[in-house]
């Protein structure tokens, strides 16, 4: 086809005069060259952004790493007052909130992907898909508000109570704080935030498994989760790991709804009701106010973020690029 | 013969029967699941509707907020939201497009490659980096600018917009573009006049999508325009007040006024994205139906 887009003088042959022909040429070449010229620099630029963006923000994060060095990321101590500072209990905070998001997020949303795949009736099928992706479209500053005062509440009043007493032996259920603010609550608005994202990559993954291979397990007579087990999950094992894979980025880089409902704190707490904070909550808390040191200690954050992202997004994009076994069946 | 009774029961026993058990749980559980996500939404929707609606008041649209708390409006908010959300798509819209164009039409596939995945990694980056980096860029050693807002938007509306114009243009059928180089027209005249007006509804579904988005970004916003000055304003040269900042700093105010507040504004904020995502939806549907025939 390239060959034919590429030959696009064929016409001048039916040009009446010689001069008129070659100067619509030119225009033609001079046309041609600046549109290929303009959107080269437009893609450019937006290539560009990405490397302006590491570049400026490790510039920024530099004073502080020249001071702490890497041992900046294993240091437990954030202490304003005695200019000691850490992100260890930050990474803490985002490894812990994230991985309860995830195990909630994850069944949920695969479930609810199989369900608008397989089990919803025609009609109702799009109706609940454009539900689910309103759920994505709620600013997490909103789903932050909500957490805060109503879930919150909900939370220290019924549910962290009732783990605590019934499960608290195992030592994540500890005591409850009496907001409701902590890990945990900023664990489940994630796993909101995530759930929507997760489910349609999946649906649309479990779309695109050939029919002939679903149909041909149920004419062996399997029933349709036995299909589903067989067939569908297998077929789109590493695309649902790259799904899970854009979750976890986005719950990791979350900052607004988890500043409003994680409850600040900075130590490393085995409790998950206890209040925390996760390097992206944690800078949008502190930065106004602090000093010169800790604001670029804050930046340092900032960029263990950056590379944390970079690399979560870039492994779920090569995932689904490399490891993609419908791309033969789909195209 | 006629008194025997058949031996083979009809209903499924044994292993079967547990195989069909154990299907009609996990339907069970999907469709717990689906329910679930609904009553998530449903929640919040309520809670913002039932919360937000009362305080919600001519009053409180057309007043800008009180300077020491008590109850005053959203005005000069909405006015700054707008302005910024404005700017950022007349940064983000033309850049996206052009750049799904080079794609589409120019770029080698390799290349292509390479860009969609620059555009995807972008996609997903923490928004407070963003933010950051416009901080670093702009407002450092200077003071928080309503356009530098507006900027880091723009780059969070990029990926967005380039990815759904590049899915619109991909669409476009080749014998559209075969079509007019058959006919002698040249690339930049195909481009620009047989396949672009194609698929305008598509851009502008998409755009109108990541405006929305960028509408509720509060994280891009915390470092370039989040200084309190609730004065109505249109100088994006300085910082402008602007919802999802105000829903922010509101909710974190351990005072009940403010919070009626946040509720009411985020009521406003949550009918304007449900509104947009709902043209969106529409304008992309109709604009489906027409490219597949």
Redesign the interface.
């Known amino acids: ?1 390239n060959a ?2 590429r030959s ?5 042959v ?1 040009e009446t005069t010689q001069l008129g022909a070659s100067r619509r040429r030119i225009a ?1 070449r001079i ?2 060259l ?3 010229g ?6 450019l ?3 560009a ?2 490397g ?2 590491v570049y ?2 490790f ?2 994060a530099h004073p502080a790493f020249s001071r702490f060095g890497l041992g900046f990321i294993a240091d437990r101590t954030w202490d304003p007052v005695h200019k000691t500072f850490g992100a260890l209990p930050f990474i803490y905070g985002t490894v812990v909130a994230s991985l309860i998001a995830l195990l909630i997020a994850t ?3 695969i ?2 992907a ?3 795949s ?3 009736p025609k009609g109702f099928r799009g109706v ?1 898909a ?3 992706e ?2 994505a ?10 957490g ?3 879930l919150g509440p909900f939370l220290a009043q019924h549910l962290e109570p009732w783990l605590h007493d019934n499960v608290g032996f195992i030592p994540i259920f500890g005591a409850p704080e009496s907001t409701g603010s902590g890990l945990f609550a900023a664990g489940l608005i994630l796993s ?1 935030m995530i ?2 994202i997760i ?1 349609s990559i999946c649906r649309e993954l479990f779309l695109a498994v050939p029919r002939e291979l679903e149909e041909g397990a149920l004419a062996l007579g399997t ?4 299909m ?1 087990r067989g067939v569908t999950l297998p077929a789109t094992r590493s695309g649902i790991a790259a799904a899970v894979i ?1 979750g976890l ?2 719950a ?5 709804a988890v ?2 409902v994680i409850g600040s704190g900075t130590h490393i707490t085995r409790n998950i009701f206890g209040p925390s904070d996760t390097l ?1 909550s944690k ?2 808390a502190s ?2 106010g602090a000093d010169l040191l800790e604001q670029s200690s804050l ?1 340092y954050l ?1 960029a263990l ?2 590379v944390i ?2 690399v ?3 492994i ?2 090569i995932v689904v ?1 490399v490891f993609d076994p419908l791309k033969g069946a789909a195209a | 013969m006629s008194a025997a009774t058949p031996e083979i029961s009809l209903r499924p026993g044994g292993r079967l029967r547990r195989r069909l058990i154990v299907n009609r749980c996990m339907e069970a559980i999907g469709t717990a699941a689906a329910l679930l996500a609904v009553a998530a939404l449903g929640l919040v929707i309520v809670s913002v509707g039932v919360r937000g609606a009362p305080a919600l008041s001519w009053h409180f649209l057309t007043t800008p907020p009180s300077l020491f708390g008590g109850a005053g409006g959203i005005s000069s908010a909405i006015v700054g939201s707008l302005l910024i959300v404005g700017v950022a798509t007349a940064l983000a819209l033309p850049l996206g497009v052009l750049t799904a164009i080079y794609l589409t039409e120019f770029a080698s596939r390799r290349v292509a490659a390479a860009i969609q995945l620059v555009l995807d990694v972008m996609n997903g980056l923490p928004t407070i980096v963003t933010g950051i980096f416009v901080y670093g860029l702009i407002v450092i050693g200077s003071h928080q600018k309503a356009y530098a807002g507006a900027l880091a938007l723009a780059i969070v509306m990029l990926p967005v917009v380039a990815r759904s114009a590049q899915e619109v243009l991909l669409l476009v059928p080749a014998t559209l573009r075969e079509a007019g180089l058959a006919l002698g027209v040249s690339r930049w005249r195909t481009v620009l006049g047989v396949i672009l007006p194609t698929t305008w509804s598509g851009i502008i579904t998409g755009t109108v999508i990541a405006a929305a988005r960028a509408a509720g970004e509060t994280a891009p916003l915390l470092f370039t325009t989040s200084i309190f000055n609730p004065a109505l304003s249109t100088d994006v040269t300085k910082a402008l007040p602007n919802i999802p900042v105000l829903i922010f700093t509101y909710s974190e105010q351990p005072d009940k006024v403010l919070h009626e507040q946040a509720w009411a504004a985020a009521f406003v904020l949550m009918l304007f994205i449900l509104a947009a995502s709902l043209l969106a939806r529409g304008v992309l549907a109709r604009s489906q139906r027409r490219l597949r025939p």
């Open positions: 086809m034919v887009l696009p003088h064929v016409s001048a039916s033609d046309g041609d600046g549109l290929r303009l959107t080269l620099i437009a893609a630029v937006s290539v952004v990405l302006a963006i400026k923000v510039h920024l069944p949920l949303a479930a609810i199989l369900y608008l397989e089990l919803a609940i454009s539900l689910v309103l759920l479209a709620i600013p997490s500053v909103v789903l932050g508000l909500w805060i005062l109503v909101i759930v929507p489910a029933t349709r989760w036995e589903v854009l980025g986005r990791l880089g979350e900052a607004i500043t409003q992206a800078i949008a930065y106004q930046l900032a973020l950056l992202g970079l979560t997004n870039l779920a994009q690029r």
